[in-house]
């Protein structure tokens, strides 16, 4: 769930206009700012968690006899844990940078869980720390890539 909430959080905020309308209530032409981009950020991760929890719940019920077991509740409210741990980390920089910057700040962190995944796994398959940190930057690119495809493939 904090790779894909990532991944589709890079590519929301990578198809957003830059700039800022002056008008203060963060929408307008010139981009989505402040409380607006704050409300993007947690929209999407919570409305993300919602349809996973859902399609995971009628999952293990198919593949569960009827039954939803203890261990699929877990794994289930672990999901919606990463969800609001994105959603967390990712409204840091806005709240700290003012301004029509607050879009492109953001959109790094995002960029840097998933490179930060990246790099623990590496590091938990036992590669040292430099070939861990090379498989992070790989993996952060290829989930740049990933969401500039999404943009182009949805027409942003």
């Not at 993300?48 to 877990?74: C, I, K, N, P, Y």
């Not at 840097?112 to 430099?130: D, E, H, M, P, Q």
Request: with cysteine; charged share 10%; aromatic share 6%.
């Amino acid at each position: 769930m904090v790779l894909y909430l990532s991944i589709v959080l890079l590519a929301t905020l990578t198809a957003l206009p830059s700039g800022s309308n002056g008008s203060g209530d963060g929408h307008g032409g010139g981009g989505v700012h402040g409380l607006g981009l704050i409300g993007l950020i947690w929209g999407t991760a919570i409305g993300l968690a919602l349809a996973h929890w859902f399609s995971f719940r009628l999952t293990a019920r198919a593949f569960g006899g009827g039954e939803v077991s203890e261990q699929d509740v877990r794994i289930g409210l672990a999901q919606i844990g990463g969800a609001v741990l994105v959603a967390a980390l990712c409204t840091i920089p806005v709240i700290l940078v003012d301004g029509a910057d607050d879009v492109q700040v953001t959109t790094v962190v995002p960029a840097l869980i998933v490179g930060a995944a990246g790099y623990f796994v590496s590091r938990t398959s036992g590669r040292n720390k430099i070939q861990s940190l090379i498989l992070g930057g790989v993996v952060m690119l290829v989930g740049l890539t990933v969401a500039a495809l999404k943009n182009f493939l949805v027409g942003h």
